[in-house]
């Protein structure tokens, strides 16, 4: 496995498998996504490492299901809302 994807509820757990190139990341990445029962909801809370090319790939999937998707920050101890559709859910918001 190249990127390893686990969906608990409204948490979406995210982080590097094996070492490889972010083309090959990305479509079995996507694949991955395609393949999980996504229930959409207010607010999808995502955690873990990814590069770029993989971040958008999550949020292209994501951005349409939930009202909000929020990045956990590690150095600020919460989750930054980075998506939002939800008047509730402001951009740059901390979820502790």
């Given amino acids: 496995m190249l990127y390893n994807v ?3 509820g409204d948490e979406l757990t995210i982080g ?3 070492p490889a190139q ?3 990341i990305v479509r079995e990445l996507a694949a991955s996504l395609a393949a999980l029962p996504f229930p959409g909801g207010e607010l999808l809370k995502i955690s873990g490492p ?3 090319p ?3 790939a999550i949020c292209h999937h994501v951005a349409h299901l ?3 998707v929020a990045v ?3 150095k600020l101890g ?3 809302v980075s998506l939002s559709h939800d008047p509730r859910f402001p951009i740059g918001d901390l979820i502790k």
Wanted: hydrophobic share 40%; glycine share 12%.
């Fill in 72 to 74: 956990y920050d590690p």
């Fill in 66 to 68: 939930y009202g909000a």
């Fill in 50 to 52: 990814a590069s770029l």
């Fill in 78 to 80: 919460g989750y930054v």
């Fill in 22 to 24: 972010n083309t090959e």
């Fill in 6 to 8: 686990v969906l608990d």
């Fill in 16 to 18: 590097f498998g094996e």
């Fill in 54 to 56: 993989a971040a958008m």
